[in-house]
């Protein structure tokens, strides 16, 4: 690990508290990747909620997502907890996916979450 993604890492376990091994602690030929993504918001351990109806959503939202790329990609995501959950409201200007465009079943309608607000 550099000097930079160290210091990255010191700080982020002492506002977070990390529950992993420092990367200084590894050998010189640890080998490790990282990922850098467009601001997807905050986690959502740290996302204050509104009501039921935005935890709803949000909840949907997450499943529904994530039966998408379980059923298109054979993806199981192996470490799913509220600290990898990102969260942001609606016209925030953060990075965004979005859904490829195709025919609905009926179904698939009806179990379409609405976006929280």
């Known amino acids: 690990y550099s000097p930079a993604l160290l210091a990255a890492w010191d700080e982020f376990d ?12 590894f050998p010189p030929d ?3 990747i990282v990922f850098a993504f467009a601001d997807g918001g905050r986690d959502l351990e740290g996302f204050e909620l509104r009501s039921f109806d935005e935890a709803r959503g949000m ?7 994530l ?3 379980e059923e298109a990609f054979a993806f199981e995501h192996r470490d799913l ?6 969260l942001s409201r ?7 996916s979005k859904q490829p ?6 179904t698939e309608q009806a179990a379409a979450p609405k976006p929280f607000e």
Do not use: F, M
């Open 101 to 106: 465009k195709k025919t609905l079943t009926s």
């Open 59 to 65: 909840l949907l939202q997450i499943a529904g997502a």
């Open 90 to 96: 609606p016209g925030n200007p953060r990075g965004r």
């Open 67 to 69: 039966g998408a790329a």
């Open 14 to 25: 002492e506002k977070k508290e990390s529950e992993n091994d420092r990367p200084g602690e």
């Open 81 to 86: 907890h509220w600290g990898n959950v990102l």
């Open 30 to 32: 640890q080998l490790y």
